[in-house]
Nanobody, 121 residues
Framework: QVQLEESGGGLVQAGDSLRLSCATAGTVFGTYWWSWFRQAPGKEREFLAGIDWRGSSTVYADSVKGRFTISKDNWKTMVFLQMNNLKPDDTAAYYC??????????????WGRGTQVTVSS
């Protein structure tokens, strides 16, 4: 069993930066992926970025490539999402998730409860 908890969201202005954190509890075995998703009201949950368990590979959605960076600590207990040059369209609930294999679909094995990011113009 794996538990995830996001933090770091808040209310910011366009152009600001935020770093989201995802704390993990429990043990993940084998080759797993950590990813960040977001979901705005009335929209589908959107893949943003993913990183493998060793941190050797990263994958980004085109919509955030160059602005967002995913990383994890050396002990593999936390994963981060650095978000720069935030835009009002980035306003959404942000979720971290863990899956046994990489996927861009919102069907991951484990999910956090989300943290809200609101970007004002």
């Amino acid at each position: 069993q794996v538990q995830l908890e996001e933090s770091g969201g808040g209310l910011v202005q366009a152009g600001d930066s935020l770093r989201l954190s995802c704390a993990t509890a429990g043990t993940v075995f084998g080759t797993y992926w950590w990813s960040w998703f977001r979901q705005a009201p009335g929209k589908e949950r959107e893949f943003l970025a993913g990183i493998d368990w060793r941190g050797s590979s990263t994958v980004y959605a085109d919509s955030v490539k160059g602005r967002f960076t995913i990383s994890k600590d050396n002990w593999k207990t936390m994963v981060f999402l650095q978000m720069n040059n935030l835009k009002p369209d980035d306003t959404a609930a942000y979720y971290c998730a863990v899956n046994s294999a990489f996927s861009r679909n919102a069907d991951y094995d484990y999910w956090g409860r989300g943290t809200q990011v609101t970007v004002s113009s």
